[in-house]
C-alpha cells in the first residue's frame, strides 16, 4: 500500500510536479484557477506573491469542498521580468519572438514565489534569481520558436529545455526558474511539519 499523500499541490504545471518529486514528497495535483491580472500599479514582486497565495487559498477552498482539509496545499507563481515588466506566456509566434528578442544578450530577472495554506495557518516565500541571455540571433529564434518549447512558457523559454542554450549566467535559484524554488519551499515545508531529510526515528 502506498504512503499517504503530504500535500496538495494547487497546479497543473508537470515541472513543478517534477520538482516536488525531486525532493521526495507525496502529494496529490488539485488545480486551483485564478485569474493572472496585473493589477494598476502592481509591482512584480508583489504580483508573484499575490498570485501564489491566492492559488493555495483557492486550492484550500476547494480541498474543504471535497470534505479533504487535512493536507497543506500549495500555490506557486513564476514571472519572467524585464526593465520592471512582467512578460507572461506569449500569445503567438509574433509575440514569442519579440519577447525573445527583448531578453536578448540582456539580464532579466524571474521572480518565483510560493505560499502554503493549511486552516489558518499560511506560509509565503519569494525567490529572485538574475538571468543573463547570449545574443538571439533572428534564425535562431525562429528555430526555437519551431520547436514548439516557447508556447505556454512564461518569457517565452524554459531553462530546463532548449532555453538553456540562451543562459550565459545565472544568479539565484535554477529550480525558481524552472518553477519552484526549492529552497525556500522546504523551509515553508518544515513550517507544516513537513521534515526533508529528517533522521528516522
Do not use: C, N
Not at 480541498?63 to 506557486?76: F, H, I, N, T, Y
Not at 527583448?102 to 514565489?113: F, I, K, N, P, Q
Not at 516565500?125 to 528555430?143: D, K, M, N, P
Amino acid at each position: 500500500m502506498s504512503a499517504a499523500p503530504q500535500l496538495i499541490l494547487a497546479s497543473a504545471s508537470p515541472r513543478r510536479a517534477e520538482l516536488l518529486r525531486q525532493l521526495g514528497l507525496r502529494f496529490v495535483v488539485h488545480p486551483a484557477d485564478v485569474p493572472e491580472r496585473v493589477q494598476p500599479g502592481e509591482a512584480a514582486a508583489a504580483y508573484a506573491r499575490r498570485i501564489a497565495l491566492e492559488k493555495a487559498r483557492a486550492g484550500w477552498q476547494q480541498a474543504q469542498a471535497r470534505g479533504d482539509a487535512s493536507l497543506p496545499v500549495l500555490g506557486a507563481d513564476t514571472d519572467v521580468v524585464l526593465d520592471g515588466r512582467i512578460l507572461g506566456k506569449p500569445r503567438d509566434r509574433q509575440d514569442a519572438l519579440a519577447m525573445l528578442a527583448a531578453l536578448s544578450d540582456r539580464e532579466h530577472e524571474v521572480y518565483s514565489a510560493v505560499a502554503l495554506k493549511r486552516g489558518a495557518q499560511e506560509a509565503l516565500a519569494l525567490s529572485v534569481t538574475r538571468v543573463r541571455f547570449a545574443r538571439i540571433g533572428s534564425a535562431q529564434a525562429q528555430a526555437y520558436w519551431d520547436s514548439g518549447e516557447p508556447l505556454g512558457k512564461a518569457g517565452a523559454y524554459a531553462i530546463q529545455g532548449l532555453g538553456a542554450l540562451f543562459v550565459r549566467e545565472i544568479t539565484g535559484s535554477y529550480s525558481g526558474v524552472v518553477g519552484l524554488p526549492l529552497h525556500e519551499t522546504a523551509a515553508l515545508l518544515e513550517q507544516f511539519d513537513i521534515h526533508l531529510l529528517a533522521t528516522p526515528t
